[in-house]
């Protein structure tokens, strides 16, 4: 089975610094990787995904994310927060073709200091 | 432009009490999954479904039972709530031809 793991379940930043939220995947061929965004109370919004074309992904709001197969990583960035960012962050990972059976990461809340 | 539409909200039962949590989607997704999400844990599968008349469990599915008749509906139904049922459910649909999940706003629950 695959699992995911994002490194820090809080992160801080001052807003105009570089985001950065760390995520490692287990899997044994190349996979079908998603960061996810939610704003309190509110569902989870697709901020970009990876689908084995280019290894730089560029996402909605600002923010990319590198995948690197021999790290097994998916890390996400932005290169200068905005107040609006705070929100938690979940990487995913697909069990198979679709996005039916995703693995979540147990998450990140970002928090930007002013 | 609805999306995937969850009803309800919010919800308390007591212990031992059933509900059904509803969900529907109106953009013709053949995939349908039921995920709770729980503080520190991120989201967990419950069920999922690939299409009317097919479904199959997650990594969470005890306590729950789910079918799917038609393409726009998923409902998750708990037949003897217990207090670790207490979460937030999330229902999502994607399409076979695209990758990308499309998440409904939630279901808050509390089990007594």
């Known amino acids: 089975a695959q699992s995911v793991t994002q490194l820090g379940s809080h992160v801080s930043v001052s807003e105009g610094a570089l985001v950065l939220l760390r995520c490692n995947y287990s899997?044994?061929?190349?996979?079908?990787l998603f960061w996810y965004v939610q704003y309190p109370n509110q569902g989870l919004q697709l901020l970009l995904k990876?689908?084995?074309?280019?290894?730089l992904v560029k996402g909605i709001n600002g923010f990319e994310a590198e995948f690197k197969k021999s790290e097994t990583s998916f890390h996400l960035t932005k290169p200068s927060a905005h107040m609006s960012d705070a929100a938690e962050y979940f990487c995913?990972?697909?069990?198979?073709?679709?996005?039916?059976?995703?693995?979540f990461g147990q998450g990140t809340r970002l928090t930007i200091n002013p | 432009n609805a999306g995937v539409t969850q009803t309800p909200k919010f919800q308390v039962l007591k212990t031992g009490q059933s509900m059904t949590l509803q969900c529907a989607q109106d953009?013709?997704?053949?995939?349908m999954s039921w995920y709770r999400q729980d503080p520190g844990m991120g989201l967990r599968l419950i069920h999922y479904?690939?299409?009317?008349?097919?479904?199959d469990q997650g990594e969470v599915p005890n306590g729950y039972n789910v079918s799917r008749s038609t393409t726009e509906d998923f409902p998750l139904r708990l037949l003897s709530a217990a207090p670790s049922q207490t979460s937030v459910y999330f229902c999502?649909?994607?399409?076979?031809?695209?990758?990308?999940?499309?998440f409904g706003q939630g279901t808050r629950l509390t089990v007594v």
């Open positions: 995913a990972v697909s069990e198979g073709q679709g996005a039916q059976k995703l693995v």
């Open positions: 990876y689908t084995s074309a280019a290894t």
């Open positions: 999502a649909s994607s399409s076979r031809m695209n990758t990308e999940a499309f």
């Open positions: 479904s690939v299409g009317a008349g097919i479904t």
């Open positions: 899997s044994s061929v190349p996979p079908y």
């Open positions: 953009m013709n997704h053949e995939y």
